[in-house]
Every structure is written in C-alpha cells, then in structure tokens.
C-alpha cells in the first residue's frame, strides 16, 4: 500500500515542481525588463546618463562639468552635447576606444589637448561645433585616422595648419564655416584624399597668394551655386566680395612658389655651414697672400743688397748688414 501510494504521489510532486520553476522564470524575465538602466541590459554606462542597448550613452544637456570618467569599451556612441565642458585632458576618452560617434556640441571647450583623442582609432563621427575654440595644438586629430565626419563649425579658429589635422585618409566631410580664418594652408588639403564636402562659408577670406591652395581645390570640387555664392573676399579693397570661385590659376601668376619645410630645414642648415666654409677659404687666402707678399719683399731686399754692392764694394755697410757676421769681420 505504502509503495502505491508514492507511486502515485510522484508525478504530481514532478508536476509541481516543473509549475515552480516556470513561475520563477516569467518573475526572473519580469524583474529585468523592468530594471533601470544599470541592469545587464546596458551594462558599465555613466553614472549620470542614460543607456541603451546597442552602446548608446545619453548624457546630452546634463550641465556636466568635464567627461564621464567611467566611460567603457561598450559604448559606441557617446552624446555630450549642450554641457559645460570647457577643456578635453590627455587620454580623455581612453576607456571608451570603441567609440564610432562623438558628439560634443554647444559646450564652453576653450582648450584640446594634443593627446585627448588618443586611442580612438576606429572614431568615425567628431562634431566640436558651437564652442570657444582659437587654437588647436599640433597632431590634434592625428590619431583619428578611420574619421570620415568632422565639424568645427561656429568657433573661433583664425589658423588651422596642416599639422593640427594630419593625415585623415577617410575624412569626407569637413565643416569649417564661420570662424575668423582668412586662408587655408597648402598642406591641408594635400592630406585629405577623400575629402568631398568643405563648408567654408561665414569667414572673413583674403584674397591673396596665400588663398590660391584654396581656389585650386575649389574648381576641381564644383559645388552648388547655394554654396559657392556665399564664399566671398573681404579684403584686399579691390577684391570685396569677390567670389573665391572666380579667380583662375592664372590670378595667381605673379606668386611665387613658398618652399616646403624641408626645403627651409636644408636651407637653414646650410647657411651657417655655408658661411663658416667662406670664412675659412678667406683666412686661408688671406694666410697665403700674407705669405706670398712677405716672401716678394725679401727677395727685393736681397736683390737692392746685391746691387748696391755690385756698384759701391768699398762702401760703408748698410745699418741692415750691421749685424751680419761679413760686417763685423770688416769693423775687427
């Protein structure tokens, strides 16, 4: 009896315990769909954004002094948009180098390290628009070789060299406009192969030889007359409001050709070099003239000693023989 009984207690034990089980499942699936953003849905976000699946950190107008320090290698797309960062440190991204989007409009940035993009290798989407930018140090944008999307529109910058963007092989879009530049460099277009797209308008252009750089790529990159008509010349005089697309290569014919940096390195190397060579070939000369004209004298001497004697032998002896031994043999 007591063995039938089990046996017939046993699968609705079996039964119970399966219907337990499905319960603590739905309540486990439950309790994360409802969980905060720190939950293992989106996991390793900033403490003071907001994060969704896919890598996505929101932390867009939330008058944030400085970068999240506890950025990770999860997020791929960062919004710091609309904050209060005024200054980007070395390595300030270091943590988050998986980072593809990086969106830093409308901050107070006055200042960029030259290593505060360092290990965002694979970056392909850089907006530092509507800030306080004059100045950026060389190799600024340098490590950001896969970028292919950069604005520095709305700042301050009155000179962008070659050296502060580099080499981007993929940058095909760069936006410039309404910032105080007159010109652009020879150099910086020269190291962006891809580049399609240059806004340029609402700058205070010169038109001058440095401006020709400029003017070349223009005519080789036609853009929509929108575009072009806003590009204009504010100074020389006689060129106001000219338009940049107007001027051909040959505008620029009475410009001479700058030398490259390293056409100015040998040149600076060689003058010093240069002028210690002619300093020494002119002593040497000078030594050797010396020599040659003391020598010539010598030989006139002896030869007016010669004739003298020739035609006076009984003469008295000159005061430079007076010490000669001949003369002081006649005196004993």
Not at 1 to 12: A, E, I, N, T, V
Not at 120 to 147: C, H, I, K, M, Y
Not at 216 to 222: D, M, N, T, V
Not at 237 to 254: G, I, Y
Request: aromatic residues 6%.
């Amino acid at each position: 009896m007591r063995g039938s009984f089990f046996s017939r207690l046993l699968p609705q034990l079996s039964l119970l315990l399966l219907l337990l089980l499905s319960l603590r499942r739905v309540w486990t699936q439950e309790d994360i769909g409802t969980a905060p953003s720190k939950s293992p849905v989106a996991p390793e976000c900033p403490e003071a954004c907001s994060c969704s699946l896919g890598g996505k950190a929101n932390c867009s107008a939330l008058a944030l002094p400085a970068v999240p320090a506890d950025l990770s290698w999860q997020v791929r797309s960062l919004l710091l948009d609309h904050n209060r960062v005024s200054a980007l440190p070395p390595g300030a991204f270091a943590d988050a180098g998986a980072l593809l989007y990086l969106d830093l409009r409308e901050n107070r940035l006055r200042s960029v390290h030259a290593r505060a993009f360092w290990g965002l290798g694979v970056l392909q989407w850089l907006d530092l628009s509507s800030n306080q930018l004059e100045t950026l140090p060389p190799g600024t944008f340098a490590p950001l070789r896969a970028l292919s999307f950069l604005s520095l529109a709305d700042n301050r910058l009155a000179l962008l060299e070659p050296s502060i963007l580099g080499p981007l092989p993929l940058l095909r879009v760069l936006s410039l406009q309404d910032n105080s530049l007159s010109a652009l460099e020879a150099g910086l277009l020269n190291n962006l192969p891809a580049l399609d797209v240059l806004r340029l308008h609402g700058n205070p252009w010169t038109c001058s030889c440095a401006l020709r750089p400029l003017c070349s790529w223009l005519r080789k990159h036609p853009r929509p007359a929108s575009e072009t008509e806003t590009l204009l010349c504010v100074s020389p005089r006689l060129q106001k409001l000219s338009l940049l697309t107007a001027f051909p290569d040959a505008a620029f014919k009475q410009c001479t050709q700058s030398l490259a940096a390293r056409d100015l390195a040998v040149v600076y190397a060689l003058g010093p070099v240069s002028f210690l060579a002619s300093l020494a070939i002119c002593l040497a000369l000078g030594s050797v003239l010396t020599a040659c004209g003391a020598r010539r004298r010598r030989r006139r001497t002896t030869v007016h000693h010669l004739l003298r004697r020739q035609l006076d032998p009984e003469g008295p002896p000159s005061l430079e023989d007076a010490g000669s031994p001949a003369t002081a043999a006649i005196q004993a």
